[in-house]
């Protein structure tokens, strides 16, 4: 058999003349096994780079929250980008935005309220006072704008005519004083002023001009700040219809004018 030598006494030690090597390692069921060496992140090239890289670690650990949530939630820009431009809102949203302040609401009212008592006042009072909506100089007249009373002599004239050529032809006749309604129903060959009234409707051909006689300027005779004044038939010039004879006119109390004779014949218009 061949010698069996013993190993010598501190054959197997280490090498005291070599530093040992010093090795992490951790004990797993009794083993020893070394422990691995955390990787160090690679570090950016620059600043830029850098903080690139920190907010690409923020974005992600915001996502990781997000699904862990459960949703997609909305994703913040990221830093330094810029919001996106809001489109503009259309006029009428902007003008029904106003509608939220009490003294535009107030205005809008009262411009309502204003149109309404303009409308109503024009609707009521507008024909009843028909007279004044014709001028001295002429115009058109409206239809049956026959006065109450006449604050002119020329208006009161110009108002028998626009009465005439009327669907009413007899509120001429309103016009006249009971004498002057006499006086105009003989000179027309008519028992009374209806009947002369409707038989100078029936001769009219064009009611819109018939409405609007043109006066001369020397048509009044007389002195205009007298109790009596006459409108001479022969200073109007009246187409549509035919020409009616001279008024005279008399002041009342309450400064109107009523018509009181009536005539084709007068010293003042030669025949």
């Known amino acids: 058999m061949a010698d069996q030598h013993e190993p010598e006494p ?7 003349s070599r530093p040992a090597d010093i090795v992490d390692a951790e004990v797993v069921d009794g083993d020893l096994v070394a422990a691995p060496t955390p990787a160090k992140p690679a570090q950016p090239a620059d600043d830029a780079e850098f903080r690139e890289f920190q907010e690409f670690q923020r974005f992600k650990q915001f996502r990781e929250w ?6 997609d939630l909305a994703v913040p820009p990221p830093t330094g980008a810029q919001p996106a431009e809001q489109p503009k809102k259309p006029w009428w949203k902007t003008a029904l935005g106003l509608l ?6 107030r205005l809008i009212y009262l411009l309502v309220l204003l149109l309404l008592l303009n409308y109503a006042y024009d609707y009521y009072f507008g024909s009843s006072s028909g007279g004044g909506n014709v001028t001295e100089g002429g115009g058109s007249a409206l239809e049956d704008a ?14 028998v005519y626009n ?3 009327s669907d009413s032809p007899e509120t001429a006749c309103t016009l006249f004083s009971a004498e002057g309604q006499h006086q105009f129903a003989r000179e027309h060959s008519a028992p009374n002023c209806t009947a002369a009234a409707q038989q100078v409707n029936s001769q009219i051909t ?13 048509v009044i005779y007389g002195d205009p700040s007298a109790a009596e004044v006459l409108v001479l038939h022969c200073r109007v010039q009246v187409t549509g219809g035919p020409l009616l004879g001279t008024f005279k006119l008399s002041r009342q109390t309450d400064g109107s004018w009523e018509i009181s004779a009536y005539s084709f014949q007068t010293s003042a218009c030669p025949n």
């Open 10 to 16: 501190g054959s197997n030690l280490p090498d005291k």
């Open 66 to 71: 997000q699904q862990a949530q459960g949703g």
């Open 100 to 105: 939220r302040y009490k003294f535009v609401r």
């Open 146 to 159: 026959i006065p109450v009373v006449a604050t002119s002599p020329k208006q009161a004239v110009r108002s």
């Open 163 to 165: 009465g005439l050529r």
């Open 206 to 218: 064009d009611p819109g001009a018939y409405a609007n006689p043109k006066f001369g300027q020397d």
